[in-house]
């Protein structure tokens, strides 16, 4: 288990340059961070998460959602700091 989670702030920070030298844009990085603490990365067959099966609330994303984020990141065109 995670002790101490990224911030959103180390995330942009992380991905600095990722973009052939460039960065990309922090709303861009924001929505990725969001999309992973709000459904985190499991594979499949992956143990759910510690308490969830009492809940019942396991949620596993699936390629479809990886392939909107692509699909969105890839109708927003270049992107420019200046």
Not at 4 to 15: A, D, L
């Amino acid at each position: 288990r995670v002790k101490n989670k990224m911030t959103v702030e180390q995330f942009i920070r992380n991905n600095r340059g990722i973009d052939g030298g460039k960065s990309l844009p922090a709303f861009f990085l924001t929505d990725i961070y969001e999309s992973i603490r709000d459904e985190e990365i499991r594979l499949q067959g992956d143990a759910p998460p510690e308490g969830s099966l009492e809940n019942g609330d396991v949620t596993v994303v699936d390629d479809f959602f990886w392939e909107g984020v692509l699909q969105r990141s890839e109708s927003l065109g270049e992107f420019s700091a200046t």
